[in-house]
């Protein structure tokens, strides 16, 4: 089990290890994280999540989860889909991953090249 939580500590999770990592270099995730964002994918019944998390509607497919108090960014959902993201920087212990592909790389940003070999995909899958 990996176990998680915001930079507030307001919101704290569980979840079962995951078997892939992987970081996501669209628009949307370039501006809420930062960077690119690195996330480790689960069915949502192997999540155990205490506190508030408050979800933004992104898009007609998705949906953003985050703290209200500190605005941390946890977690991402396919609205048509019973599994979630969560954000692989909330993780309070080490992970034992290492990223396994990058999608939306058409996306990324100009500033950087993704210099791993892990598989790269313009778009989600």
Not at 11 to 38: D, I, M, N
Request: one cysteine or more; hydrophobic letters at 25%; aromatic letters at 12%.
């Amino acid at each position: 089990m990996l176990k998680g939580s915001c930079n507030c500590k307001g919101v704290t999770f569980t979840v079962t290890q995951p078997e892939t990592a992987t970081a996501c270099h669209c628009g949307q995730c370039r501006k809420q994280s930062g960077h690119h964002w690195a996330s480790g994918h689960m069915p949502e019944t192997d999540f155990e999540i205490t506190g508030e998390v408050r979800w933004y509607e992104s898009s007609d497919i998705a949906k953003r989860g985050f703290c209200p108090t500190c605005g941390s960014f946890l977690f991402w959902k396919r609205k048509d889909e019973d599994s979630m993201s969560f954000s692989l920087g909330l993780i309070d212990s080490p992970t034992n991953l290492t990223l396994n592909r990058h999608i939306f790389t058409a996306d990324k940003g100009d500033y950087y090249e993704i210099a791993d070999d892990a598989p790269q995909r313009e778009h989600y899958k």
